[in-house]
Structure formats: structure tokens, C-alpha cells
């Protein structure tokens, strides 16, 4: 299937309707043609995917589940959530699967709208929060302390007021940034006696201690908390559509109630996903080359005299100084190298993500150039 460069760019402008238009990328930069994946040569560093998923398991489960395709898959639903409620000692009914975990996060976020305030962080993952304030909600983020860390103690204090959900993202993106795990529970703890509070832990499983940095034993407790993962990051998935939320079951009813969540699930999606959830030799692969892709990058961004912020994901925020991000951006892109550009007031922060290792060299080899052409 051919398009025309006219019918392609009208195709673009149905995604850009959505109103994220800093994250819209020409169509034409995945592929001319029918194609699924990015245009050959391109290094796709911009939006946290997992460059060598899927996992084997995940492919066999996707091309044998295909052929069952005809059927609904409501029992493999069921039988993802036992094995996510086994795992974390929880049951069938603290889990709710969605498509994506965009898709849990914003209908949680449109319900709790109708009954008081969105509390959220400042520079953070954001397309739950945009839609839910394009529908009316009362949406508060509040400032990053200076250093581009969250600003838990105001968040905190906020959240005693008409407050009926606390949305923080650990580790945060774009910060790529982790809150010490002991300081975060207690903190949560707190809040979660006015509000229920979300942790959007979609990096947990890229950080060098899962186990310590998750929040999940505080729905274990009992507390009014719920955990957001997704199988986009270090599964490899972000193409299948598959997320999680974990919480108590009044929580988990009003996701199941309020949206379409196990309605827009596919045969494809769940099946790779329960093949991968207990893939450990794959996690541990992936996360190997997560941290190995980040070295080449520190070591390139630092003999390039740039700073960053410290990771404890798959990307990196970058320092640029004086330098545009957007302006940055477009110069990588004359290298066939995809990046993001400035997040609002942040104009000089540009965030990588950590592809495979050879796209990530030539995101290295590119900055002199880049640097020497938007020096002033
Ligand atoms: C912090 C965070 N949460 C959630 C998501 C959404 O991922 P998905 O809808 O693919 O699960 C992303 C994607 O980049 C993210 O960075």
C-alpha cells in the first residue's frame, strides 16, 4: 500500500487533533510505505520503547494466539490477572488490565475528577492529566523543587485539601529521576489517608531494585494506594497495549465500570504479555542493555561537556544550557536520529532514550556537530 505525501500528511493531522502536538511525529518518518516498523536508518530515541522486544516467548505467543484470533479474549484476561495477583500476594479482584496503562490511568483520572481536586507534580507523564483537565477537572501540579526533583513535602500538604486522587510517577519521566523508596511510603502513607494516590510505576522494572522501589505493599496493607505498570517498557510491548493497575477493589470497580479497559484488549496484547511477565532472562537482558546503552551515553554526553540527570530508566534527561531542545532536536533529525524537544518551560532539557547500542552511538557521534551548529 502506497500514500501519497498529501494523504499522509492528512493522515498525521487526525493524530495531531489530539492536542499533544509537541509529541506528534510526521508520519512520514516511520515509513513510506506499509510498514511496521520505524523507516529503515532511523534511530527511534524518542518515546522509551524497548528496542529488543519482544521477547521470544512474547512472538510465539503472538503468532499462535492469532490464529484464535476469531474469539474474544476474556479468559486469558483472567488469566494474566491471576498471575499478576500471584505474584504480588494480592487477589484477581486488586487488578485491573487495560489497554496500554494510558488507558486505566485516564479513567481513573476522569472518575476521581467528579469528586474533587487532580493533585500531580510538575515536569511528570501527562496525557491523563491534559485529558482530564480538557473535560473540566480541577487539575493542580505543583512546581519541581529546583533541582528538577518532586516537590513531596508541598504535594503532600496540598493534599489535605479537596483532594480526591495524588498522581506521582516514580521513577519520574522525563527526570528519569527515583525518590528514595523509605521517604516516598511514608509520605504516601499520609496522603493516602485524604486521597487516594496513584503510583505510576511504569520504569519500576528498569530500576536496579524493583522490589525495594515499588509501592505495591502498600495495597497489600490495605492502604488507599494504587500501583500503574505496563508492559510498553522493559517487556518490549509498547506496540500490543497492555497495562495494569493495582489496587483495592473499589478502586479497581470504578476503572472496570467507567471505561472500556478489558473491552479494548486484543488476543495479541494478553497473550504476549502473560508470556512475558515472569520472563526474568529477558528482563535481565533487557535491563542489561538499557544500562550499557546508558553508559555509552553519560560517557558521550560528558565528553561533549553536558550534563544530566541521573537515571534510573531507559532515558536521559539532558542538561543543553543555553541550547534550544527543539532547535537540538531538529539537528539530530538531520541525522535520521529521533529525540524529543524542550518540555514546556524546560527549553534547554532534552531527553534520550536508550535504543539499541548502535543508535545510541550515533546519537553520541551526532552531538560535536549538532553542538557546533547551534553555537552562538
Ligand atoms: C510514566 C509513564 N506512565 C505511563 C506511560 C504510558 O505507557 P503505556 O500506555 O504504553 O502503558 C508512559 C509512557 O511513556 C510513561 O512514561
Known amino acids: 500500500m502506497k500514500f501519497t505525501r498529501r494523504q499522509l500528511i492528512r493522515k498525521s493531522a487526525h493524530f495531531a487533533g489530539i492536542g499533544l502536538a509537541s509529541n506528534i511525529i510526521p508520519f512520514p518518518l ?55 495477583a500471584d505474584y504480588n500476594g494480592l487477589d484477581n479482584a486488586n487488578i485491573a488490565i487495560s489497554a496500554g496503562s494510558t488507558q486505566a490511568l485516564t479513567i481513573l483520572s476522569q472518575v476521581k475528577a467528579r469528586q474533587g481536586t487532580i493533585l500531580s507534580t510538575g515536569l511528570t507523564y501527562d496525557v491523563h492529566l491534559s485529558l482530564a483537565k480538557n473535560s473540566g477537572a480541577r487539575v493542580i501540579r505543583v512546581n519541581d523543587n529546583e533541582d528538577m526533583t518532586i516537590d513531596l513535602q508541598s504535594i503532600e500538604s496540598l493534599s489535605r485539601k479537596n483532594v480526591s486522587v495524588v498522581f506521582i510517577v516514580n521513577p519520574n519521566n522525563p527526570s528519569g529521576m527515583i525518590i528514595n523508596s523509605e521517604l516516598l511510603r511514608e509520605s504516601v502513607k499520609r496522603m493516602s489517608e485524604n486521597a487516594l494516590v496513584v503510583v505510576d ?55 472496570r465500570f467507567n471505561g472500556t479497559g478489558e473491552a479494548s484488549l486484543s488476543m495479541a496484547g494478553v497473550s504476549a504479555a502473560i508470556a512475558s511477565y515472569e520472563d526474568k532472562d529477558f528482563m535481565n537482558f533487557s535491563r542489561d542493555k538499557i544500562n550499557q546503552a546508558k553508559e555509552i551515553v553519560e560517557i558521550g554526553l560528558k565528553s561533549n561537556g553536558l550534563s544530566y540527570l541521573p537515571s534510573e530508566t531507559n532515558f536521559i534527561l539532558v542538561n543543553l544550557g543555553s541550547i534550544d531542545a527543539d532547535k537540538f532536536r531538529d539537528e539530530m533529525l538531520k541525522e535520521n536520529i529521533l529525540i524529543r524537544g524542550k518540555y514546556g518551560d524546560y527549553h534547554n532539557w532534552s531527553r534520550v532514550s536508550m535504543g539499541n547500542l548502535s543508535d545510541v552511538q550515533r546519537y553520541v557521534d551526532a552531538i560535536p556537530k549538532a553542538l557546533t551548529n547551534l553555537s552562538v
Not at 522486544?53 to 484476561?77: C, M, N, Q
Not at 502498600?218 to 497492555?242: C, E, M, P, W
Open 201 to 255: 510505576e511504569a520504569y519500576n522494572e528498569v530500576t536496579s531494585e524493583p522490589e525495594t522501589n515499588s509501592m505495591v505493599d502498600l495495597v497489600r496493607d490495605g492502604y488507599n494506594v494504587a500501583i500503574s505498570r505496563t508492559f510498553s517498557k522493559i517487556y518490549g510491548l509498547a506496540g500490543q497495549r497492555v497495562g495494569y493497575m493495582i489496587g483495592q477493589p473499589d478502586v479497581i470497580n470504578e476503572i
Open 30 to 84: 516511520y515509513a513510506e510505505n506499509l510498514n511496521y516498523g520505524p523507516k529503515e536508518g532511523l534511530a527511534r530515541l524518542h518515546w522509551n520503547e524497548n528496542y529488543y522486544g519482544p521477547s521470544e516467548r512474547a512472538i510465539e505467543a503472538i503468532k499462535t494466539s492469532s490464529f484464535k484470533g476469531a474469539y474474544y479474549p476474556d479468559h486469558l484476561v483472567d488469566y494474566l490477572k491471576s498471575m499478576i
